[in-house]
Nanobody, 123 residues
Framework: QVQLVESGGGLVQAGGSLRLSCAAS????????MGWYRQAPGKQRELVAH???????NYADSVKGRFTISRDNAKNTVYLQMNSLKPEDTAVYYC?????????????????WGQGTQVTVSS
């Protein structure tokens, strides 16, 4: 089964930067879209950034111009470069991918999620 492992979260002051990474592993046949969501306390999970296999991207309005999503298809990894961080960016960040995988009962396509990484921005 495909697993996603995130890294790069932490505590940073407002105006600082962090880079999140998320590597997919397992019985991967192919990965379609990849991206990042975040969930702040008491709020719903929201899309932060999304990238297709071909490299097309889209971002939440709140992060445009500050965050950049990228991927390395050879490494099955997606990145999120976060600059000019604000306290309102504080949240647990989750990566996901739409993956075609090989299972005991055959092939299937599904969304796979990481365990989440905490990003805290102090004012």
């Amino acid at each position: 089964q495909v697993q996603l492992v995130e890294s790069g979260g932490g505590l940073v002051q407002a105006g600082g930067s962090l880079r999140l990474s998320c590597a997919a592993s397992g019985s991967i046949l192919s990965i379609n879209a990849m991206g990042w969501y975040r969930q702040a306390p008491g709020k719903q999970r929201e899309l932060v950034a999304h990238i297709t296999t071909g490299g097309s991207t889209n971002y939440a309005d709140s992060v445009k111009g500050r965050f950049t999503i990228s991927r390395d298809n050879a490494k099955n990894t997606v990145y999120l470069q976060m600059n000019s961080l604000k306290p309102e960016d504080t949240a647990v960040y989750y990566c996901y991918c739409n993956v075609r995988e090989l299972t005991d009962v055959g092939r299937r396509t599904r969304d796979s999620w990481g365990q989440g990484t905490q990003v805290t921005v102090s004012s």
